[in-house]
T-cell receptor
Framework: DGGITQSPKYLFRKEGQNVTLSCEQNLNHDAMYWYRQDPGQGLRLIYYSQIVNDFQKGDIAEGYSVSREKKESFPLTVTSAQKNPTAFYLC?????????????FGEGSRLTVL | GEDVEQSLFLSVREGDSSVINCTYTDSSSTYLYWYKQEPGAGLQLLTYIFSNMDMKQDQRLTVLLNKKDKHLSLRIADTQTGDSAIYFCAERRAAGNKLTFGGGTRVLVKP
């Protein structure tokens, strides 16, 4: 079945450690996105990529990094510079220039910093 | 303040109608969306409406758009316990392919 796979579902990290969250899609979508979700605050855009080898900062990119070496993969690294990394992270994809702009989401990764 | 605002919580009895409200600020929004999130999961698109429409109906769901007041609502008819979830509205602006989400409304359906 086509979809977006995020891993791991749960992750624990000690302060000062970098951690990488995986996001893979087999929908042949051009665009991919990373959102952060905190209780009562909705989704905030971290980074997005509209094409391979290109990506742009979203609203809260500080302390995060991404790469887009393959169309189907868009990993997110949460670095030690991110001051409050405990959150639920959601990856999404969309057909680039799709007139409806529909986003397809993965099941999320919950990161807890100990 | 946020660009897209929603109330935090809604409680409704099973079988009644639910109405979830959303306000947005950008008049250039082209599409407006309603997403549903069940516990511990990602978001799933429920429906969307183009900005030149006033209403869209899809089975139990009715979306109303008041562009003058920048107000969007989602009505769920005959609400079921499976409708308990967080509902997010989102807007897509004319420039770019990004969506801006509201804070989400948690809907609790009581038997």
């Amino acid at each position: 079945d086509g979809g977006i796979t995020q891993s791991p579902k749960y992750l624990f990290r000690k302060e000062g450690q970098n951690v990488t969250l995986s996001c893979e899609q087999n929908l042949n979508h051009d665009a991919m996105y990373w959102y952060r979700q905190d209780p009562g605050q909705g989704l905030r855009l971290i980074y997005y990529s509209q094409i391979v080898n290109d990506f742009q900062k979203g609203d809260i990119a500080e302390g995060y990094s991404v790469s887009r070496e393959k169309k189907e993969s868009f990993p997110l690294t949460v670095t030690s510079a991110q001051k409050n990394p405990t959150a639920f992270y959601l990856c999404a994809s969309s057909v680039h220039r799709d007139y409806t702009g529909e986003l397809f989401f993965g099941e999320g990764s919950r990161l807890t910093v100990l | 303040g946020e660009d897209v605002e929603q109330s935090l919580f809604l409680s409704v009895r099973e079988g009644d109608s639910s109405v979830i409200n959303c306000t947005y600020t950008d008049s250039s929004s082209t599409y407006l969306y309603w997403y549903k999130q069940e516990p511990g999961a990602g978001l799933q698109l429920l429906t969307y409406i183009f900005s030149n429409m006033d209403m869209k109906q899809d089975q139990r769901l009715t979306v109303l758009l008041n562009k003058k007041d920048k107000h969007l609502s989602l009505r769920i008819a005959d609400t079921q316990t499976g409708d308990s979830a967080i509902y997010f509205c989102a807007e897509r602006r004319a420039a770019g392919n990004k969506l801006t989400f509201g804070g989400g409304t948690r809907v609790l359906v009581k038997p």
